[in-house]
């Protein structure tokens, strides 16, 4: 378990020692007059007799000049007076005004430190006080954590009690309703699969009668694209040969040297869908003569494009292999 920080005890012991060290400062630390200070020599010098002040004596006032006045009488002379000497304080008289004083600071300052224990007596007992208030207050408040704590664990293995009832409960009833939906299910299924089964047997029959006519229409379109295409490889056959006669023809026509009989060779054509040939004719088999070989070439250049029948398709012309015997092209 998590104890609780005392924090508000460690706080009120400290404010209680601060105040305790300022009480204690403010009592050692007052003013306290001592023995020979400036006050007391002040205080005994008052205490003497002071001398008696010099009669001033004060001229004669000068009267006004009259005509031939007779002289007056001089009076006496006034004999002069001596200031009195200072009278000097008495050793005895100073040391007991010293002890006096001396004693008088002596209680003085065993009354502050009456009081300072005094103070700081009663500073600790407030010290202490508060930290048995502090201490009582903790365990006040951990009683009551541990309190709560318990009720929240007994609210909390109630309320887990009540969940795993509740939990329970749904958990059976839930397997009782499956229990129930799978009975259900299963009548079902084996309803459905006794359906299924009587249309999986027509629809075999059907499947199967679909398929042989199926079958019977792809042989027939088998064979009739099989027709076709015999019959369109028989016309392309014949076009691709009225084709290359063709072009021997406008070939023979652009001959213009002639060649031993003897000489033959192949060239392939690379053509366009418009005849235009496309990139330089190759020689596939050579005649071994070179210049029959380029004079063969020479001249197809020069007799394409070559226009190709109607109805014969882009494949059978696209490459085309042609046979040029020397002995044609010099009867051209």
Known sequence: MKREPRTAPLVLAILLN?????????????NIPRVGSTPMQAQLISSAATPAATP???????EPAKATPKPAPTPPP???????????PSPKLEAQAQAKAQAREQAEEAQKQHKAQEKAAELAAQRAAAERQAQELAAQKRAAKLAAQRRAQEKAAAQKAAAEKAAAEKAAAEKAAAEKAAAERAAQLKKELAEQAAKAAEAARAK???ERMEAQAKLQAEANIAAARAAQAAEDQKLSALFSQEVQRRVYRQWDTNFAAALSCVVQIHLSP?????GAPKILRSSGNPQFDRAVIAAVEQAAPFVPPLGLSYNAYREVNIQFNAEELNHG
């Open 18 to 30: 601060a105040a305790l060290l300022v009480a204690l400062f403010w009592t050692f630390h007052v």
């Open 56 to 62: 001033s004596v004060k001229p004669a006032a000068v």
């Open 78 to 88: 006034k004999p002069e007076t001596k200031p009195q000497p200072k009278p000097q």
């Open 208 to 210: 199967a009668l679909r």
């Open 274 to 278: 418009t005849g235009a040939i496309i």
